[in-house]
Each structure stands twice: as C-alpha cells, then as structure tokens.
C-alpha cells in the first residue's frame, strides 16, 4: 500500500518489461491504491501498439463494493489514471456477496458497449459463477488463485481449457513460498541451474496452454528469472516428478 519507497526505480522496472518482450501488464485500481495505474501511465505512455495494460474493479478498502454505479465509477477512473480512451481487459476484481453477480457484469457489459473496455474478464470465481457471468456477457478470462500448493480451482482451470478463456494464476509464487530455497523445487532447479521461483513457474506454463502467470516484483533481477523462466520448457519426467512432490 501506498507509494514505492524509490518512484524512478519502480518506473525503471516497468520500461524494463517491455524490453524484455512482456506484452500484458495485470494490475487494479486497489494496489496502492491507485499508485500501480498511475505508475504505469508515467514510465510507460504513450503504449506501445500491442501492450495489453488488463485492470479490476469492485474491491474497496478490503472489502467488496461491485455495485453497477461504482463499478462505472471504478473503470472510468481508471481510464483517466491509466490515460486510455479503451481498457483492454477490464475484470471484476470479486463477485459481492451483496449484489447479484448479473448485476456486476451487466455494469461491465454496458461499457464494453459504450466502447470503454474491450474484453471482460471474472476474478476470484467458481464455476457456477463463472457460468452465470457468462450468460450475460463473453468472458474473455478468469484470475482465480492458482499455483503449486494450492490447486482448488482445477475445474474452474478445466472449463477455462475446454472453451478457450485465458485462466490467469494469480500468487503463482504462492506468495514467494515456492521461492524458497532449499525446497522441493530445489533439485530440479540446480540440475538447470536455475532458481526454484523459475520452475514453479514453468510448472504452470507446462500444466496447461491457457495459463497466463503473472508474478508481481519489485525486482529488475526477479523480473528477469520470471521471464527467462519460459525458456525452460520442463520435460514429462520432471512435469511428474512435481506432480508427485506436490500431490494433494
């Protein structure tokens, strides 16, 4: 919460995302909050053609608020901090236990056709959630928890395979625990001479081709292994074996 202790080093990180080649950016109008969008739009406008900048709304100090007038509120406000005329993907943060789920993306569905989002996407939902927002509009993604240790959305993952919607892994890390060395990741690692974090994450990007991770830093350095970590495509022995070591 609150601003990066060194701005120009958190502006410096996102330029260097982009000269590593990532072409989506997740974030929310929550972290900071505000301060990440701002963030982005002064290291990083004008865009590059062909940066997905993906964003959410309906979350307000810890807790829920998806009403359809403050879920406008949400992504018009985030339109001006992030300086677009279009939000690629714009996605309810949670479903409100105080509000009809057809409600929250029936507020989406109509700036979709005002031109102000371009796709939509569902945040933290199971998947009679998922199916009800579906019935109101063509969800384009899901970002659900997800990672090695904890796995409780594999259905959700399931239907995300079965019709082609980007299932987006969030903590993909499990909160820097899969970092950790040692660890189970270990061995694998130092036989590739790579670090724990970077097989966990090729983990996901082998476990299914509709995963989209996206860890978070603060880091040049973790940046870097989190992107070199597609480079290393694990074999069907080594996919098993983490199988194995984190079996439920």
């Not at 969030?170 to 970077?198: E, H, M, N, Y």
């Amino acid at each position: 919460m609150g601003p990066p202790r060194d701005t120009d080093a958190a502006k410096r990180l996102l330029r260097r995302v982009l000269e590593l080649g990532v072409n989506m950016i997740d974030t929310a109008d929550t972290y900071g909050p505000e301060v990440s969008e701002q963030l982005i739009a002064e290291a990083l406008h004008p865009y590059p053609e062909g940066l997905v900048i993906a964003t959410k709304g309906g979350l307000r100090d810890g807790g829920y608020d998806a009403r359809p007038e403050r879920l406008r509120s949400c992504c018009e406000a985030s339109l001006r901090r992030l300086r677009l005329e279009q939000i690629a993907l714009y996605q309810l943060h949670a479903p409100d236990p105080a509000v009809p789920l057809e409600e929250s993306v029936g507020a989406l569905r109509d700036l979709q056709t005002e031109g102000k989002i371009r796709h939509i996407g569902v945040s933290n939902v199971s998947v009679s959630g998922l199916e009800r927002a579906r019935a109101v509009v063509d969800i384009a993604s899901v970002q659900n928890l997800y990672n090695l240790l904890d796995r409780e959305h594999e259905d959700v993952l399931a239907v995300c395979e079965r019709d082609g919607l980007a299932f987006i892994p969030w903590f993909p890390l499990a909160d820097g625990r899969l970092a950790k060395r040692p660890g189970p990741l270990a061995p694998i690692g130092r036989r590739r001479g790579v670090r724990p974090s970077q097989v966990a994450l090729a983990w996901l990007l082998r476990r299914s081709p509709v995963i989209v991770p996206v860890p978070g830093t603060s880091s040049i350095e973790h940046l870097e292994e989190n992107v070199a970590a597609a480079e290393h495509e694990l074999s069907d022995a080594e996919f098993d074996h983490i199988e194995r070591l984190y079996e439920r």
